[in-house]
């Protein structure tokens, strides 16, 4: 009986233990906030984003959330899929790298439930040289490489369309897909690509459209044609801080809206991007 009652002791002595150590994590007053005025909560927030310029506007932000309290983890994603299941599975706190109609779009395809918190830059897409070096220059059955995500193909087709080169049926705006070419004058071919790959197949075709972004991780210059800033891209696909449903007014949530909806980070995208990246605040 004794070796009983000392075995039951020293298990709820355990168990006591345990529990305190949870208890302790972060410096806590009484009323169970820690110093940093927040309830319990972990004060990292991890945040997935697209290289260029997601990350880099991110990473200007830092040190304005570290005043605050937080600590921001950045991490980078070269494709448009893993943020969203990253943040739908709870490994992120909010991604940064999608406009809203391809968000829509791949919560309806994944059954995934994230949410825009914030509109915060807008890229303008653009057509690039391949082998053809001026659009003047456009001859049959070129090639032109086009991201392969419904939005994204719907804008390389609208700025095809503004060349010249094809006709869309009537009304079909931000739905566009190959499917909807009404009139090809040149005949030509267009190679649907996932978006990060355009850039890289630049030497196999005529012309490439390709998203701001990965032009610019691409080294890529002297665009020959762009998205103008009061056409139906431009107010369609500014790129938000994206949040899992219900999150959007969360502590971590509203830290980074209030950073990133700056004038810090207005200027760093003037004058760091020259125009291949425009803010939208």
């Given at each position: 009986?004794?070796?009983?009652f000392?075995?039951?002791?020293?298990?709820?002595?355990?168990?006591v233990?345990?529990?305190?150590?949870?208890?302790?994590s972060?410096?806590?007053?009484?009323?169970?906030?820690?110093?940093?005025?927040?309830?319990?909560?972990?004060k990292?927030?991890?945040v997935?984003?697209?290289?260029?310029?997601?990350?880099?506007?991110?990473?200007?932000?830092?040190?304005?959330?570290?005043?605050?309290g937080w600590?921001?983890?950045?991490?980078?994603?070269?494709?448009?899929?893993?943020?969203?299941t990253?943040?739908?599975?709870?490994?992120?706190?909010?991604?940064?790298?999608?406009?809203l109609?391809?968000?829509?779009?791949?919560?309806?395809?994944?059954g995934?439930?994230?949410?825009?918190?914030?509109?915060?830059?807008?890229?303008?897409?653009?057509?690039?040289?391949?082998?053809?070096?001026?659009?003047?220059?456009?001859?049959?059955g070129?090639?032109?490489?086009?991201?392969?995500?419904?939005t994204?193909?719907?804008?390389?087709?609208?700025?095809?369309e503004?060349?010249?080169?094809?006709?869309?049926?009537d009304?079909?705006?931000?739905?566009?897909?190959?499917?909807?070419?009404?009139e090809?004058?040149?005949?030509?071919?267009?190679?649907e690509?996932?978006?990060?790959?355009?850039?890289?197949?630049?030497q196999?075709?005529?012309?490439?459209?390709?998203?701001?972004?990965?032009?610019?991780?691409?080294?890529?210059?002297?665009?020959?044609?762009?998205?103008?800033?009061?056409?139906?891209a431009?107010?369609?696909?500014?790129?938000?801080?994206?949040?899992?449903?219900?999150?959007?007014?969360?502590?971590?949530?509203?830290?980074?809206?209030?950073?990133?909806?700056s004038?810090?980070?207005?200027?760093?995208?003037?004058?760091?991007?020259q125009?291949?990246?425009?803010?939208?605040?």
């Open positions: 009986m004794k070796a009983k000392l075995g039951f002791a020293l298990a709820a002595a355990l168990v233990g345990a529990v305190g150590g949870c208890g302790k972060g410096n806590s007053n009484e009323s169970g906030k820690t110093e940093s005025g927040v309830s319990g909560e972990n990292t927030i991890t997935g984003a697209g290289i260029t310029p997601h990350a880099e506007i991110l990473n200007e932000v830092k040190e304005d959330l570290a005043e605050e600590e921001l983890e950045v991490i980078e994603y070269n494709d448009y899929v893993l943020p969203n990253a943040l739908e599975d709870g490994n992120l706190d909010a991604n940064y790298f999608q406009h109609p391809y968000l829509e779009n791949f919560n309806e395809e994944n995934t439930h994230l949410v825009g918190a914030a509109a915060v830059h807008f890229e303008p897409m653009a057509i690039y040289a391949g082998k053809t070096k001026s659009l003047d220059d456009i001859a049959k070129a090639t032109i490489a086009v991201p392969n995500d419904t994204n193909e719907a804008r390389a087709l609208l700025l095809l503004e060349q010249g080169w094809i006709d869309l049926k009304g079909v705006g931000v739905t566009a897909t190959v499917l909807d070419i009404e090809n004058f040149y005949d030509i071919e267009i190679k690509l996932e978006a990060a790959q355009v850039p890289k197949s630049i196999d075709v005529d012309f490439a459209v390709i998203n701001g972004n990965y032009a610019m991780e691409a080294g890529l210059t002297d665009p020959l044609a762009v998205e103008a800033s009061d056409s139906l431009a107010e369609t696909y500014a790129n938000y801080l994206c949040v899992r449903e219900g999150e959007e007014e969360s502590e971590k949530t509203k830290a980074l809206v209030n950073v990133l909806l004038d810090k980070v207005r200027d760093y995208i003037n004058e760091n991007y125009g291949a990246v425009k803010p939208v605040f």
